[in-house]
């Protein structure tokens, strides 16, 4: 079964609102291309204008982060519903940026993938190794226990509306990029994991994207693996290089 390409854009904390817009308005014919889901993850407060800065062409709005309630007394946070009628239609979680700085762990994220879900967002779930578990040599371990904890209690069905992002923490922001062979050992195992936790026609329909200094000179090639639908990219998906990559 063939699996449609998903070229989606992390922008972090960039781009002020206005910013935001301006970007939407310079990427727009560069990123056109209808046989791939092009998706631009944005800050919170960029949702709005961004939302309604893409109408009408083929991109997609994802969010960056959510709480697990729904509504109530969390100063401070949004919820998936929110992001739901805000019309973001997917939602990063578990970016090594939240686990590591904002101290996020796997129950939690298990929780946002579940809500996020219930919501009808379809999640971005990332994983990934840094850079002492790749020397030592055991990252394979460490992916497959995150996909695990990550998604236990996660339907079948749900699983095939997922996305995942295997994004190797030594390579993000850092200009040092997996080889195409590094990452596509990783992105194999982890639909190899998919298929021990669901079964086969599960593992064919998830998608499985890169993520960690992905660009225009490297993405090509990347994407030509056999396991890899698609990336995740932070840095270049800020310049008018993001459309190279969706046109890849
Ligand atoms: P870079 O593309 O800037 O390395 O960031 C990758 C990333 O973290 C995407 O989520």
Same mark, same amino acid.
């Given at each position: 079964?063939?699996?449609?390409?998903?070229?989606?854009?992390?922008?972090?904390?960039?781009k002020?609102?206005?910013e935001?817009?301006?970007?939407?308005?310079e990427?727009k014919d560069?990123?056109k291309?209808?046989?791939?889901?092009v998706v631009?993850? $944005?800050?919170?407060i960029?949702?709005?204008?961004v939302?309604?800065?893409?109408k =009408? /062409?083929?991109?997609?709005?994802? *969010?960056?982060?959510?709480?697990?309630?729904?509504?109530g007394a969390?100063t401070?946070?949004?919820?998936?519903?929110?992001?739901?009628?805000?019309?973001?239609?997917y939602?990063?979680?578990?970016?090594?940026?939240?686990?590591?700085?904002?101290?996020?762990n796997?129950?939690?994220?298990?929780?946002?993938?579940?809500?996020?879900?219930?919501?009808?967002?379809?999640?971005?779930?990332?994983c990934g190794e840094?850079?002492?578990?790749r020397?030592?040599?055991?990252?394979q371990e460490?992916?497959?226990?995150?996909i695990t904890?990550d998604l236990?209690?996660?339907?079948?069905?749900? $699983?095939?509306?997922l996305?995942i992002?295997?994004?190797?923490i030594w390579?993000? =922001? /850092?200009?040092?990029t997996?080889? *195409?062979?590094?990452a596509?050992?990783?992105?194999?195992?982890?639909r190899?994991?998919?298929a021990?936790?669901?079964d086969?026609?599960?593992?064919?329909a998830?998608?499985?994207?890169?993520?960690g200094?992905?660009n225009?000179?490297?993405?090509a090639e990347?994407?030509?693996?056999?396991?890899i639908?698609?990336g995740?990219?932070?840095?270049a998906?800020?310049?008018?290089?993001?459309?190279?990559?969706v046109?890849a």
């Amino acid at each position: 079964m063939a699996r449609r390409r998903i070229i989606a854009g992390n922008w972090k904390m960039n781009k002020t609102p206005s910013e935001a817009v301006a970007l939407c308005a310079e990427l727009k014919d560069l990123v056109k291309n209808d046989a791939v889901d092009v998706v631009y993850c $944005v800050p919170a407060i960029d949702i709005v204008p961004v939302v309604e800065a893409v109408k =009408g /062409t083929n991109v997609h709005v994802g *969010a960056e982060n959510f709480y697990i309630e729904d509504k109530g007394a969390f100063t401070g946070e949004i919820s998936a519903p929110m992001l739901k009628d805000a019309g973001v239609e997917y939602i990063i979680i578990g970016h090594s940026e939240r686990r590591d700085i904002f101290g996020e762990n796997d129950v939690l994220i298990n929780q946002k993938v579940k809500k996020a879900f219930e919501a009808g967002l379809k999640p971005i779930l990332c994983c990934g190794e840094s850079l002492a578990l790749r020397k030592a040599g055991t990252y394979q371990e460490w992916i497959k226990r995150q996909i695990t904890w990550d998604l236990s209690g996660v339907t079948a069905d749900q $699983v095939k509306n997922l996305v995942i992002a295997y994004e190797p923490i030594w390579a993000i =922001g /850092t200009g040092e990029t997996a080889t *195409a062979d590094q990452a596509e050992e990783v992105c194999k195992m982890i639909r190899e994991t998919i298929a021990e936790m669901y079964d086969a026609p599960t593992a064919e329909a998830v998608r499985i994207q890169y993520g960690g200094s992905m660009n225009a000179g490297n993405a090509a090639e990347l994407l030509s693996k056999a396991d890899i639908d698609g990336g995740l990219i932070g840095g270049a998906s800020l310049k008018p290089d993001f459309g190279k990559i969706v046109n890849a």
